[in-house]
């Protein structure tokens, strides 16, 4: 008999898929964690019954997080990713030689233990010495004023409930521009503009209070209700269109998706969601 899982997502959406086998299940104070593997994108990792990446589609994602930011801010040094318990995130910085230091503050060390063992393919890079991974609260960690500076600040959480509320308001803004050197450019996933309009149009607004300006691009990712999802790039001073050439060529003949010609795409705001933000 065919074993399936719906992700629910309101009274009148879900989205699933037809499994093999169920890899791991555990739940702590923060969340429920599960691995699958499924029949048509390989191993899934779920937190909260919610879809959060799978083998096949997970660069759809990851690369877009990442190079944007990447391609564009002045220095690429040091790197902090806020959440990114699977590894992509952190895989995809570390392709870039004149990356020195990564910290990764996962508040969730289950999420981390669990993909290093069954999604290595996604979290390729755990052994990298530049990396350094802390099993704690982002929020509180951008709260610490001893930190040296970032050139890139990722936020790679889940949605805005639970351990990840944080992550969403203009307090954590904040303190991430604080943490930035002069021109770092900082990226957050922003939700879905099908099905969380009114969320994303409250972060892009938010952050563009913080920074000055705010820059929403979109892209597909199956896994998430297969449709549009979106991320939000923000800096004091850089622009996403101040591309570093030497950095674009070098990215762009080892990424699946990104290219100059995506980056450039995936910035066009579509009309329901500029008439929203204006």
């Known amino acids: 008999m065919a074993v399936w899982y719906d992700e629910v997502l309101n009274e009148n959406v879900r989205f699933g898929l037809r499994l093999k086998e169920t890899l791991f299940m555990g739940e702590n104070e923060y969340q429920t964690v599960s691995v699958v593997d499924t029949h ?3 191993r899934a990792l779920l937190i909260d019954d919610l879809w959060m990446t799978s083998e096949r589609d997970e660069k759809g994602y990851h690369e877009m997080i990442v190079h944007p930011a990447m391609t564009t801010a002045p220095k690429i040094e040091r790197v902090l990713i806020i959440g990114g318990g699977d590894g992509g995130t952190a895989r995809e910085v570390l392709r ?24 290595p393919m996604i979290g390729s890079a755990w052994d990298d010495p530049r990396l350094h991974v802390t099993i704690g609260d982002g929020i509180a960690w951008v709260k610490n004023t001893d930190l040296a500076p970032y050139d890139v600040i990722l936020v790679d959480g889940s949605d805005p409930v639970g351990p990840a509320e944080g992550l969403f308001n203009k307090t954590f803004y904040q303190a991430c521009m604080e943490r930035m050197t002069e021109g770092g450019v900082f990226v957050t996933q922003s939700e879905s503009t099908m099905l969380f309009l009114d969320t ?45 050439d030497d950095r674009m060529k070098f990215i762009s003949e080892i990424t699946e998706i990104y290219n100059r010609e995506i980056h450039l795409g995936i910035f066009a705001v579509p009309n329901f969601v500029r008439r929203r933000l204006a």
């Open 96 to 119: 870039y030689p004149d990356v020195k230091h990564v910290d990764l503050v996962e508040i969730d060390g289950m999420v981390v233990d669990v993909s290093k063992k069954y999604l």
């Open 200 to 244: 994303h149009v409250e972060m892009v607004k938010t952050i563009a209070e913080v920074f000055g300006s705010a820059h929403p691009y979109y892209r597909d990712v199956f896994l998430y209700s297969a449709g549009t999802w979106s991320w939000t790039y923000a800096s004091k001073t850089t622009k996403p269109t101040a591309i570093n």
């Open 40 to 42: 048509e994108m390989g």
